[in-house]
């Protein structure tokens, strides 16, 4: 992996805001509301994302949802080429996942990979009625069969380019910047 260099900035803090409560609307609304619903992030930028969709939806339907952690790091598939020495953080989900429907929340949708190792987690921890995939951004190439059910953006990308979700929580300012691989 190359440096990263900053081309563009593609989501403003006001437009992830707007995208945070459009999902939120639509999560509601695809659920008929949110009775049974947890929202689980997934390390690292996925846990603020699923928090602020939290208080959106408390907005929205004055209704707290739980809000999970996940850590996949052990569940990839591709762990060798990753890290000589892999640093696996908690997870952190002091629920009964049984019957409930799942919102896995991450903040770039690109191969499915982390995706499919979330799967993995969440299924050895119950049995849900249903798990739906949240993404700040899906930016296309998958090796999966594996789809966002809400996107904050589209973002066609070429295998060149990357990708950052930037969080106030975690890097001081809201964004989303495209740039290129060096």
Known sequence: MGNFVKKNVIMDADAMRRAIVRISH???????????????GIRTRGVPIAERLAAAIKNIENVELPVGMLDITLYRDDLSTLAYNPIVHGTEIDLDLNGKTIVLVDDVLYTGRTI?????????????????????IDRGHRELPI???FAGKNVPTSHKESV???????????????????
């Open 116 to 136: 499919r190792a979330a799967l993995d987690a969440v299924i050895d921890m119950g049995r849900p009625k249903a798990i739906q995939l949240a993404v700040m």
């Open 147 to 149: 789809r966002a059910d």
């Open 164 to 182: 950052e979700v930037h969080l106030e929580e975690l890097d001081g300012v809201d964004e989303v910047v495209i740039g290129d691989i060096e």
């Open 26 to 40: 639509e999560i509601i609304e695809r659920n008929k509301g949110v009775e049974d619903v947890v929202l689980v």
